[in-house]
Nanobody
Framework: QMQLVESGGGLVQAGGSLRLSCKAS????????MGWFRQAPGKGREFVAR????????SYTDSAKGRFTISRDNAENTVYLQMNSLKPEDTAVYYC???????????????WGQGTQVTVSS
């Protein structure tokens, strides 16, 4: 089992920034591709970003490109999501997840955190 614990969510005004963190334990962190997903009220869970095991390959959903940056520190077993220029439509619960496959679909991820709320006011 792998345990994932997110932190860093909160309330921010439009145009502001937040940095989400996800601390992993229980499995070899560097063996997993890490992803961030989000779920807005009344909507399904959607892919936001993913990063390869070594951190050299990253991908983003179109709405996150140029504003969000995913990174990881394998020595600290932590993955981050730096979110800049936040918009009200970014409001959602954000989840980190771990997969042994390179994927952007949530069904491909094996372990999930409990989520952290991000609220962007206009």
């Amino acid at each position: 089992q792998m345990q994932l614990v997110e932190s860093g969510g909160g309330l921010v005004q439009a145009g502001g920034s937040l940095r989400l963190s996800c601390k992993a334990s229980g499995r070899t962190f560097m063996s997993y591709v890490m992803g961030w997903f989000r779920q807005a009220p009344g909507k399904g869970r959607e892919f936001v970003a993913r990063i390869s095991k070594g951190g050299t390959s990253k991908s983003y959903t179109d709405s996150a490109k140029g504003r969000f940056t995913i990174s990881r520190d394998n020595a600290e077993n932590t993955v981050y999501l730096q979110m800049n220029s936040l918009k009200p439509e970014d409001t959602a619960v954000y989840y980190c997840a771990a997969s042994q496959r390179t994927a952007t679909t949530d069904s491909s991820y094996d372990y999930w955190g409990q989520g952290t709320q991000v609220t962007v006011s206009s």
